[in-house]
Every structure is written in structure tokens, then in C-alpha cells.
T-cell receptor, first 113, second 113 residues
Framework: GDSVTQMEGPVTLSEEAFLTINCTYTATGYPSLFWYVQYPGEGLQLLLKATKADDKGSNKGFEATYRKETTSFHLEKGSVQVSDSAVYFC????????????FGKGTKLSVIP | KAGVTQTPRYLIKTRGQQVTLSCSPISGHRSVSWYQQTPGQGLQFLFEYFSETQRNKGNFPGRFSGRQFSNSRSEMNVSTLELGDSALYLC????????????FGPGTRLTVT
């Protein structure tokens, strides 16, 4: 079945550092890829998405590019802020009429001043 | 536009009891999905409803069931509660087909004692 593997945390960075969270996937067909973020005590918020190969999703300074050749969708941000501290989830939907999200285990990011 | 709402936000039940959780989707969204989040298993798909019909079901026992009403509101029910059912239950709504984006509610925290 489909699966998502992302780097396990926790990740601790200083403010203004560069962030990369690795994500790779296994899926048949043409999945759509997502990054969700979860702040403490809250539900999931959609951060960005990409629906086909070579698409780049971006939002709030975060970016991720859908790489079909490496089955990857790594999340990057050039300069993190304390307010970016949260848990980040990589996810996919398989397409072909199915909208079931399959999630990675999540990566906890802590940004210190 | 109001977001996804879930009630109740917190619930404490005893083993053997049953529980019903409610989800109201974003206005205009006709698809509702349910996910279980636990520290051990992460985020797992329970089921999806669209136009009052279950479209997809995850790998959970029959004690977990759901339904959707004509106004797209959804409920999920767990019967004969077990300690392992303690989790955050998240509801997500979407306009099925438009890039697969799903918008999550804040969740219902269920504790089984």
C-alpha cells in the first residue's frame, strides 16, 4: 500500500536558520502530495500542496517540490521563526477517485530565539 | 467562512461505553473524512463520506462507524470502547476533487478510562 516516510525529530533550530524536512513516498499511480502543520492543541492546517511532478508548492515562506524521479517532497524554509515551532506532516492522496490521506509520522520542529 | 467544527472538544468515557462525535464541515463542502491520531500509530484514516454514502474505509474494526446527513454534517460512533481508543479524532472536509485539499477541525480528544 501507499506510505510516507519523513525524517523523525525532534528538530531544534535557531531563529533565522535554514530548514529542511525530508519526505519520501511510495505510491502507485499519480498521487497528490501535501504538507500539513499542527500547532499545540490544534488540528491540522494545510501548509502547501503539489498535484503533479515538478510542481512546487509554496506558502508562508515554505516550499516543496514534487520530485517523481526520487519520489520525494522535501519541505524547506530559508529563515525559520519562533512561530514556526510545530509538528509538520507530509501526506499523500493516491488519486484515481480516492481522497484518503496517508500521513508520515510527523516531525516536531522547535525554533529557539 | 466558518471552519470545520467538531463537538465535543473533550470527552471522558469508561471502557465498554459507546460514544458519538459530531463534525460540521465548511459550508459547501460535501465530503467529510475522519482520522484517528495517537502517539503510537500517528494519523490513521477511518472513513470518508460523500453525499451521505461511505466512499472509503480504513483498517479499523466494525466498532467504528459513521454516517453523514443531508446537510453534510457527519457523526462517528465508537461502540464498546477500549482503552486503546483513547485518541484525538479529527474530522476533515473538502470539495471532493478539487486538488484533494482537506481542511481539518480542531479535533475531539477522547479519553477512555
Amino acid at each position: 500500500g501507499d506510505s510516507v516516510t519523513q525524517m523523525e525529530g525532534p528538530v531544534t533550530l535557531s531563529e533565522e536558520a535554514f530548514l529542511t524536512i525530508n519526505c519520501t513516498y511510495t505510491a502507485t499511480g499519480y498521487p497528490s502530495l501535501f504538507w500539513y502543520v499542527q500547532y499545540p492543541g490544534e488540528g491540522l492546517q494545510l501548509l502547501l500542496k503539489a498535484t503533479k511532478a515538478d510542481d512546487k508548492g509554496s506558502n508562508k515562506g515554505f516550499e516543496a517540490t514534487y520530485r517523481k524521479e526520487t519520489t520525494s517532497f522535501h519541505l524547506e524554509k530559508g529563515s525559520v521563526q519562533v512561530s514556526d515551532s510545530a509538528v509538520y506532516f507530509c501526506a499523500l492522496t493516491p488519486g484515481a477517485g480516492s481522497y484518503q490521506l496517508t500521513f508520515g509520522k510527523g516531525t516536531k520542529l522547535s525554533v529557539i530565539p | 467562512k466558518a471552519g470545520v467544527t467538531q463537538t465535543p472538544r473533550y470527552l471522558i468515557k469508561t471502557r465498554g461505553q459507546q460514544v458519538t462525535l459530531s463534525c460540521s464541515p465548511i459550508s459547501g463542502h460535501r465530503s467529510v473524512s475522519w482520522y484517528q491520531q495517537t502517539p503510537g500509530q500517528g494519523l490513521q484514516f477511518l472513513f470518508e463520506y460523500f453525499s451521505e454514502t461511505q466512499r472509503n474505509k480504513g483498517n479499523f474494526p466494525g466498532r467504528f462507524s459513521g454516517r453523514q446527513f443531508s446537510n453534510s454534517r457527519s457523526e462517528m460512533n465508537v461502540s464498546t470502547l477500549e482503552l486503546g481508543d483513547s485518541a484525538l479524532y479529527l474530522c476533515a472536509s473538502s470539495i471532493r476533487g478539487q486538488g484533494g485539499e482537506q481542511y481539518f477541525g480542531p479535533g475531539t480528544r477522547l479519553t477512555v478510562t
